[in-house]
């Protein structure tokens, strides 16, 4: 069974960090594009980052350019997002959501607040 548990989520003060993670189970993560997206209150789901399965490129969101960090640890089976410099229009509920030949799965989510 396909499955990705988000982890990692809270509230933290402007400019602070928070590290998310997302643990795959029943598939290899190594083989399939994963990406992080959010979703803000009264807002559309947005990608965040997107990582390739062929060859590991990452194209980021020109909104977290330069203060997020997407990373892969094969031997766990999981992805991370680091945030820093966080900013209030960061606060979202983050999914992780992995993609291979047309069949997409997503997390249910962890809830990010950055607020002072």
């Known amino acids: 069974q396909v499955q990705l548990v988000e982890s990692g989520g809270g509230w933290v003060q402007p400019g602070g960090s928070l590290r998310l993670s997302c643990a795959a189970s029943?598939?290899?993560?190594?083989?399939?594009?994963i990406g992080w997206f959010r979703q803000a209150p009264g807002k559309e789901r947005e990608a965040v980052v997107c990582i390739s399965s062929s060859d590991g490129s990452t194209i980021y969101a020109d909104s977290v350019k330069g203060r997020f960090t997407m990373s892969r640890d094969d031997a766990k089976n999981t992805v991370y997002l680091q945030m820093n410099s966080l900013k209030p229009e960061d606060t979202a509920v983050y999914y992780c959501?992995?993609?291979?030949?047309?069949?997409?799965?997503w997390g249910k989510g962890t809830l990010v607040t950055v607020s002072s």
């Open positions: 029943g598939f290899r993560l190594d083989y399939y594009a």
């Open positions: 959501n992995a993609y291979r030949f047309g069949v997409s799965s």
